[in-house]
């Protein structure tokens, strides 16, 4: 269960290399995550991945997972929830494809896509059913905002991110009501961050976080002509300011900090960084003709 300060005392984190994960558990240990589960591929990365979580005080096990490999989900994932409890669920696994190739390449482009959206509705629903089953818990997908609209850039890789949001805020409304909490995470572009510094070899005892005060409450809605005319100046403001600016980028720890924040809030979406939240409300209205000029 939780504490109660909103940080899960169990995680299962599938895609156990991503750095994006990493940082969320490293983070959540210190709040007082006690297990953790990493399943990814069998390798020097996930045993180190899972070494370095154990030198900071976690019980840590590694399970062999492989999200093309859907048959095998709901064995793989079912056994670890045989195994007691698990207070949340970070599905962090994908791959950014390579659009040139890609494109010429449709066997290339099909395996994003399966990785990316086939790969997370399944193992989404083993581990929703099994969080429900329960009768608690969070699951935190790390979709995009390539998601949100898709660029010439990167369609391909894009539309899978898009798929993979709209099941994830579909599967959060089925799931409502059930004592089961589902967030979806929106990052920008993550550039890398510095490595993790390593712990003492005798680790000190967790300390429990503050919580946060509440956030503040937004007003009435926009009318739409308002939201029309801001998104239309928006769109003139961010035409010279490309996604991968490094104010619309975020870090991986950046990233772990908003999560570690939404669930305490038990956000059902966050954005990283949050600025992104308005750029992406302007560029959704963007007439086709001028978003295709511009340098996103």
């Keep these: ?65 492989d999200a093309l490999d859907a048959e095998s989900h709901r064995t793989v994932l079912g056994r670890i929830f045989t195994e007691g409890d698990i207070d949340m669920v970070l599905l962090a696994f994908g791959i950014a494809g390579d659009q040139g190739r890609d494109e010429e390449e449709p066997l290339a482009a099909v395996r994003v896509a399966q990785t990316n959206y086939t790969g997370a509705v399944s193992a989404g629903l083993v581990c929703a059913g099994a969080l429900q089953a329960q009768g608690h818990g969070s699951l935190v997908v790390l979709s995009s905002v390539a998601g949100e609209r898709v660029r010439r850039a990167d369609f391909i890789y894009g539309s899978s991110k898009a798929g993979l949001d709209a099941f994830t805020q579909g599967l959060g409304d089925a799931l409502h009501g059930t004592g089961v909490h589902v967030m979806v995470v929106r990052p920008g572009v993550v550039r890398p961050g510095p490595a993790p510094e390593p712990v003492p070899e005798t680790v000190p005892a967790a300390r429990a976080a503050s919580p946060s005060p509440a956030p503040a409450r937004g007003g009435v809605a926009l009318l739409a002509s308002a939201r029309f005319a801001a998104a239309r100046s928006a769109s003139v403001r961010f035409a010279s300011a490309p996604l991968e600016a490094p104010s619309l980028t975020a870090t991986p720890d950046a990233v772990a900090e908003a999560i570690v924040t939404g669930l305490r809030r038990r956000s059902e979406t966050v954005w990283v960084p949050g600025s992104l939240r308005a750029v992406m409300s302007a560029l959704r209205h963007v007439p086709r003709p001028l978003f295709r000029r511009l340098p996103l």
Excluded: H, N
């Design 1 to 65: 269960m939780k504490d109660a300060f909103g940080a899960p005392q169990s995680l299962l984190v599938l895609g156990g290399t991503s750095e994006i994960a990493l940082a969320t558990a490293r983070r959540l240990i210190a709040l007082r995550t006690r297990t953790v589960r990493l399943a990814g591929r069998p390798g020097p990365a996930l045993d180190a991945a899972a070494a370095d979580l154990r030198t900071r005080g976690a019980d840590v096990r590694t399970v062999g997972f």
